[in-house]
């Protein structure tokens, strides 16, 4: 398990931008998970709702997504390489979640061609599945 500061050690993001606080770990070649636990101070969360917004969740997606790249990189020995968000499809989402709740992501890389990943992805809060999407990335050598 990776927590807290070590996570810039994998993902090209920094703060205030970071939308990981927890990577579970590799589940096999292509699955691996993340957690979030949503400070209030968050630039995503809305200051009168008190709601995480979507652009947020769709940015932790990605974040789930990159860091599974970069500890991926990491472990190889390759330095941390830069994504972009191709596409995001079948974006579902159930219910915004509120400042204080922890997401629970994982992420299944479907379809790996060249640079171009094709990742599946679902966003849990305990049990409840509160959103999920495909999402297509093109990785970049840093």
């Known amino acids: ?3 807290g500061e070590e996570i810039l050690n994998y993902i090209p ?3 205030p931008i970071v939308m990981i606080d927890t990577f579970f770990g590799m589940e096999g070649e292509d699955n691996s998970s993340t957690a979030l636990t949503i400070a209030e101070d968050n630039l995503f969360v809305d200051k009168k709702t008190n709601k995480f917004q979507d652009s947020g969740l769709i940015e932790h997606i990605a974040q789930s997504c990159a860091m599974q790249i970069g500890y991926e990189s990491v472990t ?3 330095g941390i390489p830069l994504g972009f ?3 995001v499809n079948k974006l579902t989402i159930y219910r915004l979640p509120n400042a204080g709740e922890t ?3 994982s992420v299944c890389f479907e ?3 060249g640079n171009i990943i094709q990742a599946g992805t679902a966003v849990h809060i305990g049990e409840e ?3 999920e999407c495909k999402m297509k990335l093109a990785v ?3």
Do not use: F, P, Y
């Open 1 to 3: 398990m990776i927590k």
């Open 13 to 15: 993001q920094r703060t």
């Open 76 to 78: 190889r020995g390759e």
């Open 85 to 87: 968000i191709g596409s």
């Open 103 to 105: 997401l629970n992501t």
């Open 111 to 113: 379809v790996r061609m």
């Open 129 to 131: 599945k509160i959103a």
């Open 140 to 142: 970049v050598d840093k």
